[in-house]
């Protein structure tokens, strides 16, 4: 991935985070504002020469109590020295349904261009889509939500994900 590219996705992730923060000034909003609710997750991870670092904002729309759809950006940088570096980059769409106020049912379809060079020339660089469908379950407090979701698409011979089952932890203030 050229330079110029990765400087242009990062800003663009920056602003809709900033903006998504400042929309929530005002004191006087509107319905359909006064539904949304935003969150998402920050990554840092340092290693044994390796870095990862992860942007993935997202906002939802809860129609009701029960019922709320929203979508998200996700940005992952990930080196790891002497070896490769990629970037992950695209977006999701999740769908929550609360049958009861403690527990949250969830389906997300998320997907991501995977673009990773690698310096030894033996390995040849990657680059592709990934799409991931996660079927989840959770126990939901208040405005966060902790539980486990399931790949349907899993696919041991190419995929970003080592498994098919991750936990989460959830939270849209």
Known sequence: MKNYNQKTIFTLITLI???????????????F??????????????G???????????????FNEKVALG???Q???????????????????????NPIQEIQLSAELEELRVNTDFNNPSFINDNYWNTALFLGA???TNNATI???YNVLHNDNNNI????FMPFIRIYF
Do not use: C, M
Not at 161 to 164: I, K, S, V
């Open 17 to 31: 985070i900033f903006t998504l923060g400042f929309s929530q000034d005002s004191n006087q909003k509107s319905e």
């Open 33 to 46: 504002w006064s539904r949304v609710q935003f969150g998402g997750g920050l990554g840092l991870a340092f």
């Open 48 to 62: 044994n020469n390796s870095t990862n670092i992860s942007v993935s904002p997202s906002a939802i729309y809860n």
């Open 71 to 73: 979508a998200g950006l």
């Open 75 to 97: 940005y992952s940088y990930i080196n790891q020295k002497d070896f490769y570096t990629s970037h992950l980059y695209g977006g999701s769409i999740i769908g929550l349904v």
């Open 138 to 140: 959770g126990y939901r």
């Open 147 to 149: 539980g486990v979701r």
């Open 161 to 164: 994900y080592t498994t098919a």
